[in-house]
């Protein structure tokens, strides 16, 4: 399996543009995950999806960040306008949510940069 | 509150040397702790998960413990090479469906 694909590695945008961040979990994980980190905060949990569905988005910071999940393989997390405090690196990670204490798995991340 | 504390928050060590992480943390209720691996500019790596009933597990030249009561946890890192140079952070799951709590890291050096 080619793990938890990404797109695009690093982002440079404007202030203001529209920023679009792509993941495709592993294949048959059926939670997924965004995650934030910045020198400052760490990683922070933005949303989780099971099954395709929200289920928890109190991390998003607010309403500038929207994320959808349409099918099984395919999530993303639009940013709307971006500002320069936007700047992070992104993860997705996915997971099979069962019984148990189940592993995450990790993409490679996005790099964003706002300027 | 939530949270997950991590010490030493930087650490350098000879190649060889062996090496223990600490994590404390104030979560409830527990599901599962976690040890992840982060070399710079990749995603974390698990290292190793634990359950309440879980006191001890190794991977490799990594073992964890945790104690429960206490709300403590270790990383021990044997012989440690170069490649361990990272950031290791300490990661505490509090409800079933794995909403996870992020310590802050120790970064590891480990130099010849």
């Known amino acids: 399996d080619a793990g938890v694909i990404q797109s695009p590695r690093h982002e440079v945008t404007e202030m203001g543009q529209e920023v679009t961040l792509r993941c495709k979990p592993i294949s048959g994980h059926n939670s997924l995950f965004w995650y934030r980190q910045t020198m400052m905060r760490g990683l922070e949990l933005l949303i989780y999806?099971?099954?395709?569905?929200?289920?928890?988005d109190s991390g998003m910071p607010e309403d500038r960040f929207s994320a959808k999940m349409p099918n099984a393989s395919f999530s993303t997390l639009k940013i709307q306008p971006s500002e320069p405090r936007d700047s992070a690196v992104y993860f997705c990670a996915s997971s099979f949510f069962g019984t148990g204490a189940y592993e995450q798995y990790f993409g490679p991340g996005t790099r964003l940069t706002v300027t | 509150k939530n949270q997950v504390e991590q010490s030493p928050q930087s650490l350098i060590i000879l190649e060889g040397k062996n090496c223990t992480l600490q994590c404390n943390y104030t979560v409830s209720p527990f599901s599962n702790l976690r040890w992840y691996k982060q070399d710079t500019g990749r995603g974390p790596v698990s290292l190793t998960i634990m359950t309440f009933s879980e006191n001890t597990k190794s991977n490799g030249r990594y073992t964890a413990t945790l104690d429960a009561d206490t709300k403590q946890s270790s990383l021990h890192i044997t012989a440690s090479q170069l490649s361990d140079s990272a950031s290791y952070i300490c990661?505490?799951?509090?409800?079933?469906?794995?909403?996870?709590?992020f310590g802050p890291g120790t970064s590891l050096s480990v130099i010849p």
């Open positions: 999806f099971n099954n395709n569905v929200p289920i928890d």
């Open positions: 990661v505490v799951s509090s409800t079933s469906y794995d909403k996870v709590i």
